[in-house]
């Protein structure tokens, strides 16, 4: 961490943005006292540039990485921060009553607003949508979400480490593992502790079959927002068999606990690895031959081109990440550079059609989940037994982890007193995402928004953390 004025926190960042960095995150600490950039290198290391703030405010970086929009309007709303040249500086977790102070007005004739939420129809989570339309076209979408928003970096404050670790991997049941994991390296790094190759060997594991079901669940929802109920009910009857892998495999279907500060408990004996590794392929097969059929319906197919697009240029300029980005031919993904986890050789995957639309995004899931299950099976080739991690480096009072998850790159940072947390921030690759997904609403059909969502299929949890 490089502590700057504001002059030179503001020349760090874009200096780093020129070299070709990319921003990871930003928040508050010490009660508002400093704000942290986090920027992630083109080699994999990430780096933190912070800035004391001045009566309670700090330069933006709004006006060159757009993605700290959320960021900052977070840190104002929880910690007071106000970020000079941010204007205007809309409430994002705070949520003010009165329209004109978070959404963005729209002025026509014929433009009229169609409000969906926050309670929706099915289990889904609350989200806010006001569409601005005219006709049936999408002039410009507000999303309000933060209306379960359950303050878990704060109530973990005070808590150990270990305990920390519970608040963390309960922020999302779709994203445990990611969080968690993210959450794990972060402090193992502030801790000064290694990761031996079979920690590696089981963290990656269980990073991978949390990303299988979420593939195969998000593949689903798409089939569902067109209708394609055979497609849905295959694809999700995969899902149900993913997790009850995890279940026999760790106890959960959604993985909790896999993941621990300091290294993993998981434990399988040749019985078990063999039977998973069966049925693992087994699942591939299927889905395999479910994309197959899905590939060769005309009906289905016409419905994906086109619609929801995010450009390359956007996803640079929105910070868009993981499957949402690649599908527009941006390659990044945290996997080609992670050291602390067993990805050697890997590379990421990309569509054919980088348009960066519906298609281009279901393409890359199903891209993605046969990747990821080609990474698990060699994984599965012998016992898999407790193992923790060794020290080996210098301790800090901060850390930072980042990972990939089924939605892209999520960010954790550490703050501790001894065995103590004083800060921790988690931003997930939802969390990330959401702008992009009321960006790539604007000039599309109202009718097809369900589809433009579920084609990001973001968690709503990882937002109201």
């Known amino acids: 961490m490089t502590l700057h004025d504001a002059r030179g926190y503001r020349d760090a960042v874009e200096s780093a943005l020129a070299d070709g960095c990319r921003f990871a995150g930003l928040h508050a600490s010490a009660g508002g006292a400093v704000v942290h950039a986090a920027l992630l290198d083109p080699d994999g290391t990430m780096r933190l540039e912070s800035v004391r703030t001045e009566e309670s405010t700090a330069p933006t970086l709004v006006d060159v990485a757009p993605a700290a929009n959320w960021d900052e309007r977070e840190a104002h709303d929880l910690y007071g921060v106000r970020f000079d040249g941010h204007e205007p500086l809309r409430p994002l977790v705070d949520h003010d009553l009165a329209l004109s102070h978070w959404t963005v ?9 169609v409000v969906v939420g926050p309670i929706h129809a099915g289990v889904i989570e609350s989200g806010h949508f006001r569409f601005h339309v005219v ?8 999303a309000r979400l ?11 404050e005070g808590h150990t480490l270990a305990e920390g670790a519970r608040y963390v991997g309960r922020a999302c049941a779709a994203c445990s593992v990611a969080n ?25 594991l269980l990073l991978e079959l949390e990303r299988v079901w979420s593939h195969l669940n998000d ?9 394609l109920a055979a497609g849905n009910n295959l694809f999700a009857a995969l899902t149900e068999r993913a997790r009850r892998l995890n279940a026999d495999l760790t106890g959960h279907r959604f993985l909790f606990g896999g993941v621990a500060v300091g290294g993993s408990s998981l434990d399988l004996d040749a019985h078990a690895v063999g039977d998973a590794r069966e049925e693992l392929e087994a699942i591939g097969r299927e889905a395999a031959r479910g994309w197959r059929e899905l590939q060769f319906s005309a009906s289905f197919q016409d419905r994906l081109p086109n619609i929801g697009v995010v450009s390359r240029d956007d996803v640079d300029r929105l910070g868009t990440v993981g499957p949402s980005a690649r599908a527009a031919g941006v390659a990044i993904d945290v996997r080609s550079v992670s050291p602390l986890l067993d990805y050697a050789g890997f590379e990421c995957r990309l569509p054919d059609r980088p348009d960066g639309d519906v298609r281009a995004r279901l393409e890359q899931r199903a891209l993605e989940l046969e990747q990821s299950i080609e990474v698990a099976l060699p994984l599965l080739d012998g016992p898999v037994r407790p193992v923790a991690a060794a020290p080996g480096a210098a301790e800090s009072t901060i850390g930072v982890g980042l990972v990939e998850s089924a939605r892209g790159a999520t960010l954790c940072v550490v703050e501790r007193d001894a065995d103590r947390l004083r800060r921790v921030r988690l931003r997930t690759g939802s969390y990330a995402n959401w702008p992009s997904v009321a960006y790539a609403a604007t000039d599309n059909l109202l009718p097809d928004f369900p589809l433009i969502n579920k084609s990001f299929e973001l968690c709503y949890a990882c937002a109201d953390r």
């Open 146 to 156: 933060f209306y379960k928003h359950r303050g878990l970096e704060r109530a973990a």
């Open 105 to 113: 007005p729209m002025r026509g004739d014929d433009a009229y607003q």
């Open 135 to 142: 006709g049936d076209r999408i002039l410009h979408l507000d």
């Open 219 to 227: 593949i689903a929802a798409v089939c569902a927002g067109v209708g």
């Open 180 to 204: 968690g994991l993210a959450y794990a390296h972060a402090c193992e790094e502030s801790l000064g502790l290694e990761s031996p190759s079979e920690l590696a060997r089981a963290r990656t």
